[in-house]
């Protein structure tokens, strides 16, 4: 009895058991298909995600092609850079990114082949793919060869322009400091002065606006010319702190005006790492090509500020250079400095391509620097119509062949003049820079500090340029062959 009683109690545990366990397999059943379904559901694109992810692709599309558009704008500043030293002989400063935005503005009313030339000489994107040229065939249109060559495809008047609305809000937007005020100041701005009653076209006045916050302010050249140029030159004044004065000289634009671009920018920033003033000498800056006596240099005696810090550094065979920071990092001084006092700069001039410079730039390391620089302070001032012709852009300043229909319906218009002035002025505490354009448009890692710093003493003539490191843009450039003029 008692063995069967066991027997009896077995199967019905053993029933239980597995009562139990089916229970429970299929509550654990149940439970994986609501995480599956609740998976689904998370992983289904709502509204929300759908909108972020098109803002996020959105944004780095617009930051991408911002980049492209400051690269663009490198290669027309060496460009240029190239056919402004080789006229002038002295001390130099520009603002190709000045330059460059206040063509581009005008650009956007530009047709035919004017068009086809400024987008050459402004060196704006091209983007480039591998495909299949099509080729016409009997009883067809076109067919496919599947000969795979490099096609080339310059960017749209569409893309162009929102580009350059990109680029500018980012330089436009300095980072702040532990403060919450900007680390730095940074001002790029825009406006279009035409002819009071004159028809501009709806589209250019739009494109002009929207990318460049440029808007048209109405002034009379016909009836009130000077008036006219000294309400410009006094904005001009005003955007760059009273740096850029008089920027459109007398005689410039006449009752035949009908529309002035002007840009401007501004820059003042103190170095990531001051010079100390305490460190400032008086010592002897060597004048490249000069010989009063026979086999040595003549020299000029100017304030020379003296540090050692960390700072990109690049040396090759013929040249040093050095990147020096400004506070927060987000923009630099890049010197380049031939090592032979004797040697002109003029052969260092010749080296330096867009290809070259963006090689160069890759290569800085973070190395311990022994610096000497010297103090300096000046203006330059240009008149560009025959330097932008020489680099391509013709039509633009003929009378007869300009073509800028897409700026207006009424009288034909081209280029009358292009005027360009920059101001640097650099110290122990840091750097102020600005500079003003304006288009007048006419009827018909860091490394271990090394035991041994580089030395690196500016006391000759070099070539500097001040970039904005988040885009890469060059805002100024220029030369300093004597810092006491």
Do not use: C
Not at 177 to 204: C, I, M, S, T
Not at 459 to 464: G, I, L, R
């Amino acid at each position: 009895m008692k063995i069967r009683y066991w027997i009896v109690t077995g199967f019905l545990a053993a029933g239980a058991i597995t009562a139990m366990a089916g229970t429970a397999g299929a509550l654990r059943e149940k439970a994986e298909r609501g995480n599956d379904r609740r998976s689904e559901e998370r992983r289904r694109p709502t509204k929300e995600n759908i909108l972020a992810f098109a803002k996020a692709k959105a944004a780095a599309t617009q930051a991408k092609e911002a980049a492209d558009v400051a690269a663009s704008g490198n290669a027309f500043a060496i460009n240029l850079y190239a056919k402004l030293a080789h006229k002038s002989k002295g001390n130099m400063f520009f603002s190709p990114a000045s330059i460059h935005t206040a063509l581009a503005m005008t650009y956007a009313g530009a047709r035919g082949n004017t068009e086809k030339q400024m987008f050459t000489t402004l060196r704006f994107p091209i983007d480039r793919r591998w495909g299949s040229p099509p080729v016409k065939g009997e009883g067809m249109n076109m067919r496919i060869t599947g000969r795979a060559i490099p096609i080339s495809a310059p960017w749209s008047q569409d893309r162009v322009h929102p580009a350059f609305g990109a680029l500018i809000k980012k330089l436009n937007t300095p980072r702040k400091g532990h403060d919450g005020k900007p680390a730095y100041e940074l001002v790029v701005a825009n406006a279009l002065w035409g002819q009071r009653g004159y028809p501009f076209r709806k589209e250019f006045t739009k494109t002009v606006k929207a990318n460049y916050d440029a808007g048209l302010e109405e002034v009379d050249y016909v009836k009130a010319t000077e008036a006219s140029r000294k309400k410009i030159n006094r904005w001009v004044e005003k955007k760059t702190k009273q740096k850029i004065k008089d920027l459109i000289p007398k005689g410039t634009i006449d009752g035949m005006t009908r529309l002035v671009l002007t840009n401007a920018i501004y820059f003042k920033s103190n170095w990531d790492e001051k010079f100390e003033k305490g460190a400032t000498k008086e010592g002897s800056f060597w004048l490249a090509g000069r010989y009063p006596v026979k086999g040595r240099l003549m020299a000029v005696r100017v304030p020379l500020m003296h540090q050692q810090e960390q700072h990109g550094y690049l040396e090759t065979d013929t040249f040093q250079a050095v990147d020096i920071l400004y506070k927060r990092g987000d923009l630099s001084m890049t010197i380049f400095l031939p090592k032979q006092k004797a040697v002109s700069l003029a052969a260092f001039e010749k080296t330096l391509t867009a290809k070259n410079l963006t090689k160069w730039l890759g290569q800085f390391k973070r190395k311990s620097v022994q610096l000497t620089l010297p103090k300096f302070k000046f203006t330059s001032q240009f008149g560009l119509a025959d330097t932008l012709k020489a680099m391509g852009m013709v039509d633009a300043f003929s009378i007869a062949k300009a073509d800028f229909s897409g700026m207006t319906t009424a009288d034909k218009l081209f280029i009358s003049a292009v005027i360009h002035k920059a101001f640097v002025a650099v110290d122990e505490e840091g750097t102020e820079a600005a500079a003003a354009t304006a288009v007048a448009v006419a009827l018909n890692g860091v490394t271990p500090r090394p035991a041994q710093p580089k030395v690196f003493k500016a006391d000759h003539p070099f070539v500097f340029m001040i970039r904005h490191r988040a885009t890469g843009s060059i805002l100024f450039m220029g030369r300093v062959m004597n810092p006491k003029r």
